[in-house]
């Protein structure tokens, strides 16, 4: 973000004729997961599955993604940035709850970055 609040770059024309090349050659990942919470068991495509569907996709058009993590007033948010090779670049954040243990935060930003990443790319693991 820049220090008038932008989450994209002054200029995206490049980056969006990238990204809409390449939302015609993404396909949807795959659901390779599965998960029970009592007696409600569903299928779920994990971060690796997400990437796997994006990275080649992505770099045949000069884009790449990039997600670390920032303070933002003393909290934790993931930022999701999709930049391309022309400088352009564009930016979400997604606030993060703080956990107590290490495994449970580890899981939070695993699933923020799954959903971020899918959401800026515009796509959906398939049924």
């Known amino acids: 973000m820049d220090e008038n609040g932008a989450m994209q770059s002054p200029t995206i ?12 050659l993404i396909k949807a990942p795959k659901k390779t997961r599965e998960a029970n ?8 495509a994990d971060l690796g599955d997400v990437i796997e569907a994006v990275g ?25 940035k999709i930049l ?3 400088g352009e ?10 956990y107590d243990k290490p495994q449970e935060q580890g ?3 695993t699933y923020a970055r799954r959903y971020s990443l899918s959401s800026m790319l515009g796509i959906a693991a398939e049924d």
């Open 13 to 24: 024309g490049e980056l969006a004729k990238a990204l809409s090349a390449d939302q015609a």
């Open 37 to 44: 919470i009592g007696t409600y068991k569903y299928q779920y």
């Open 56 to 80: 080649d996709v992505l770099s045949k058009n000069g884009l790449a993604r990039h997600q670390p993590i920032a303070q933002r007033d003393g909290h934790s948010v993931l930022v999701t």
């Open 84 to 86: 391309h090779t022309s």
């Open 89 to 98: 670049w564009i930016s979400s954040e997604y606030p993060l709850k703080a």
């Open 107 to 109: 899981s939070a930003i």
